[in-house]
């Protein structure tokens, strides 16, 4: 089978660690390999005026000097794709607008400023992309769209992030061991094969992230006995990748699953939460980054305790102090974990008040990049795919901590959301 998200009087938390088993079950037929419990994928991406550190991206939660430019939450369900309006003074969401998307997503980004949105197809072992509608947050096929990922289907998977000013996409193929590389054209959107893609990656790569100058890329290894990161170099001029010697770098906890969404780099850190593949995982394990040969080296003190299951993160790059944001949504407890991370030791810190209660179930997570924060506010979105709504916390921008916002949890239509990511428009 391959519609319907959930079904049947199972508990919700028990239901998000299903809504995967039925794809993961069609590649295990086929390479008797996959013996797991996986969610679906969101994609964070994070742009702005920065201050302090430079990061994967920048945002402000002081006042900047940028004008506010419109942002739309988009969010992933059975088929679809719904747009919401963000009130960038209170946080509030509009209606949504729901549209024809993939009938199962792993992995959802947009650009930062362009006004692109790109949405992995599992069973179609594609990347439809979209142009955003500025006014409206609608979507509009681009020419060309879907683009094949270079193997037999299913095994479409995570999204990278796209760092601003990068125009290279990746995207993990989960059948054929591989991660696919594209360049996209800036005004059009089109999606075009970097040379040598796909490239080899580990035992079932499932999420990647690159660094925020794009000099690296990492890659999860979901079925890798140590939880392997495949790392490699990118090729500044065409965008190929160069496996990183010593790759792939084990997290040091076997059947670790590296969950969806759940890696993110910040300056020279990477972080990667395990959500686990027979048992849940409640860790997240952080790596420091040779800014050189991009080798990954376990943190002192890594990895850090979070809630039970975390399968989704997200992530504030630059905040009022020398220190990030992270958040991570816990599929088993259905709550979200907050922790301050060190620009300088990339340690992670519980925010006062963690975990935080997230409704009748949480999915995926996002974060606005610029037009939030340029009138002094910042917020945090999750999605409650049981309920049929998304919640979304207002940040203390001292802290991390998280409060609800007025009117939260929006109505999210007749869709139960999953993977959510911000846009702006063009």
């Not at 742009?47 to 302090?52: L, R, T, V």
């Not at 930062?112 to 142009?131: E, I, K, P, Q």
């Not at 916390?393 to 139960?416: E, H, K, M, R």
């Amino acid at each position: 089978m391959t519609r319907g998200l959930v079904g049947g009087p199972i508990p919700f938390r028990a239901q998000v660690r299903r809504l995967m088993e039925k794809q993961i079950m069609r590649i295990k037929l086929a390479f008797q390999a996959l013996a797991i419990a996986i969610a679906l994928l969101t994609s964070l991406s994070l742009a702005g005026c920065g201050i302090g550190k430079v990061s994967i991206s920048q945002s402000c939660l002081g006042p900047c000097t940028a004008s506010p430019t419109t942002e739309f939450l988009y969010a992933t369900s059975t088929d679809h794709i719904s747009a919401f309006t963000i009130n960038q003074s209170t946080g509030a969401l509009s209606s949504p607008l729901t549209m024809s998307g993939p009938n199962q997503s792993l992995g959802m980004v947009a650009t930062v400023t362009l006004g692109h949105l790109y949405v992995s197809d599992f069973l179609n072992d594609a990347v439809d992309g979209f142009s955003i509608n500025s006014t409206s947050g609608g979507l509009t096929p681009i020419t060309g769209s879907p683009f094949s990922v270079g193997s037999a289907p299913p095994g479409g998977g995570g999204l990278s992030n796209i760092p601003p000013g990068d125009f290279y996409l990746y995207v993990t193929d989960l059948n054929a061991g591989k991660v696919a590389g594209f360049r996209f054209d800036s005004a059009s959107g089109v999606l075009t094969a970097v040379p040598g893609s796909p490239f080899p990656a580990g035992n079932t790569p499932m999420q990647t992230t690159q660094d925020y100058l794009s000099k690296f890329l990492y890659v999860s290894n979901l079925n890798d006995s140590a939880g392997g990161i495949s790392a490699f170099t990118i090729d500044q001029n065409t965008g190929a990748l160069s496996p990183i010697p010593g790759s792939p770098f084990p997290s040091g906890i076997a059947g670790s699953f590296p969950g969806p969404s759940a890696m993110v780099v910040n300056n020279n850190f990477l972080y990667v939460a395990l959500a686990g593949t027979a048992n849940p995982n409640n860790k997240i394990v952080a790596f420091a980054i040779d800014p050189t040969t991009g080798v990954l080296t376990p943190l002192q003190g890594s990895p850090f305790i979070t809630g039970n299951d975390p399968l989704y993160i997200a992530f504030v790059p630059v905040t009022f102090g020398s220190q990030a944001f992270l958040y991570t949504a816990n599929v088993q407890d259905g709550t979200i974990s907050a922790f301050t991370a060190d620009d300088n030791t990339g340690v992670l810190t519980p925010v006062n008040g963690s975990p935080y209660a997230a409704g009748s179930s949480v999915g995926g997570l996002a974060v606005p990049p610029t037009g939030t924060s340029t009138l002094g506010s910042f917020f945090l979105y999750a999605a409650d795919p049981q309920a049929k709504t998304l919640r979304a916390y207002a940040i203390d921008g001292n802290t991390g901590a998280l409060s609800p916002i007025s009117g939260s949890p929006f109505p999210a239509g007749n869709a139960a959301p999953m993977l959510l990511t911000v846009a702006q428009g063009p």
